[in-house]
């Protein structure tokens, strides 16, 4: 008899607003129903050549922005956990890319704060912001989408430059495209 399928509930650290750990870990929903301040890594793939960002659109489904444009790649950090091995996991885990290490470059962290969804969806998030330069765009037929991702697109950086320079990757919270 198989055995039921069990949801795995995903832990985050809380920092505090300063972006240091408290301790505590709670679930991903109650991090964000709290407002509690947590960590994610999202990653940028520009390929040099086109100088074009490599954009991902979010399912319908997510909890936070769906059906929106997103960066490449991005995802929270799990209790206990730090920044180096989750850009590459995360890229792996989205679109079935395996890069090495070398390949990210960590070029900022940037503190987002807002509340979406009525209320309900409070993200106060510090992102470590990690680069991968390709001198072309990486062929579409090298991705394996996760099903909840339902397109990917390339465009120009400096169409992305017109939006806001302190905002400029939070694609996600405009429909951009």
């Known amino acids: 008899m198989a055995e039921p399928y069990i949801e795995q509930v995903e832990y985050l650290d809380v920092l505090t607003k300063t972006g240091k750990k408290t301790g505590v870990s709670k679930p991903r929903g109650d991090v964000h129903r709290d407002g509690d301040y947590h960590k994610a890594v999202h990653v940028w793939i520009f390929a040099e050549f086109t100088q074009e960002l490599l954009l991902q659109k979010r399912a319908d489904c997510k909890d936070s922005w769906p059906g929106l444009w997103d960066i490449s790649s991005a995802g929270h950090i799990s209790a206990g956990n730090s ?12 679109l079935g890319v395996i890069l090495p290490k070398d390949a990210f470059e960590l070029i900022f962290v940037f503190l987002e704060e807002c509340v979406t969804n009525n209320g309900k969806f409070i ?17 579409r037929e090298a991705f394996t ?25 939070i694609l996600f919270i405009c429909n951009l495209i």
């Open 83 to 94: 920044s180096l091995i989750k850009p590459q996991r995360e890229l792996q885990e989205e």
């Open 123 to 139: 993200n106060n998030e510090y992102s470590d912001v990690y680069l991968v330069t390709t001198l072309e765009p990486i062929p």
């Open 145 to 169: 989408l996760q099903e909840n991702n339902s397109k990917l697109a390339c465009r120009p950086a400096s169409k992305l430059n017109q939006i806001s320079s302190s905002i400029l990757f």
